[in-house]
């Protein structure tokens, strides 16, 4: 099955900076999403990275904010900008595909950033 | 508006006994119906899905789930709990009329004890 991984794994930032998240998938997927945990909370959908065009937020979020990139079908990135500590969570990204079988109307995850603002 | 209610944060069981994690949804169409699980420090891991068919959908680790659309239901259950068992589980639902979003619920811890 595909491998779905992220950098970094976890990162400690101070306040006012930019983290750039990194999601690497070793197939090509048509889908590529980001998610926010926050720290006992469920999981929000942040956007819907898309290859070749912007990305699609959902209320609330921003692109100022979270700059989103996907340059092809494999990878995407996620920025947090000028992060306060209400940013602290766990990133993760997932990924589904309509040309792969096992990922037919299934979302599949990456395994989290957890990030923490000071 | 679609919504997800996991009604217990915490289910707890003794290793080998039946487990049942519920979980309600609320779609205006058809649903597609997901259990996911999350380890301590990993993402999350997918378990099994309802699209359409059998209501009694089987996944991963010996889960099982079964949708009942009368009662807008899809409970997650295993016949016998380990303690590796214990995480965080997750139901999600998505509209399909509403495109490709996952609404989560807020998640139910389960804790088998030995």
């Known amino acids: 099955s595909a491998v779905i991984s992220q950098k970094p794994s976890r990162d400690i930032c101070q306040r006012g900076t930019s983290l750039t998240i990194q999601c690497q998938v070793d197939?090509?997927?048509?889908?590529m999403f980001w998610y926010r945990q926050q720290p006992g909370q469920s999981l929000t959908l942040i956007a819907t990275?898309?290859?070749?065009?912007?990305?699609?937020?959902e209320s609330g979020f921003v692109i100022d904010k979270f700059p989103i990139s996907r340059p092809n079908l494999t990878f995407s990135t996620l920025t947090v900008s000028n992060m306060s500590p209400e940013d602290s969570s766990i990133y993760l990204c997932?990924?589904?595909?309509?040309?792969?079988?096992?990922?037919?109307?299934?979302?599949?995850f990456g395994p989290g950033t957890r990030l923490t603002v000071l | 508006a679609q919504s997800v209610a996991q009604p217990e944060d915490q289910v707890n069981v003794a290793e080998g006994n039946p487990l049942t994690v519920k979980c309600t949804y609320s779609?205006?169409?058809?649903?597609?119906l997901f259990w996911y699980v999350q380890y301590p420090n990993r993402g999350l891991q997918f378990l099994l899905k309802?699209?359409?068919?059998?209501?009694l959908v089987k996944g991963s680790y010996g889960f099982e789930a079964e949708f009942n659309k009368s009662q807008t239901s899809f409970h997650l259950k295993k016949p016998s709990a380990l303690v590796s068992d214990s995480a965080l589980y997750f139901c999600?639902?998505?509209?399909?009329?509403?495109?490709?979003?996952?609404?989560f619920g807020k998640g139910t811890t389960l804790s088998v004890s030995s």
């Open positions: 309802y699209i359409t068919g059998d209501n």
């Open positions: 779609v205006s169409g058809n649903p597609y």
């Open positions: 997932s990924v589904e595909s309509s040309g792969l079988a096992e990922f037919t109307d299934t979302q599949y």
């Open positions: 990275a898309n290859q070749g065009s912007e990305a699609t937020y």
């Open positions: 999600a639902v998505r509209d399909i009329r509403a495109g490709t979003a996952l609404i």
């Open positions: 197939s090509q997927v048509t889908m």
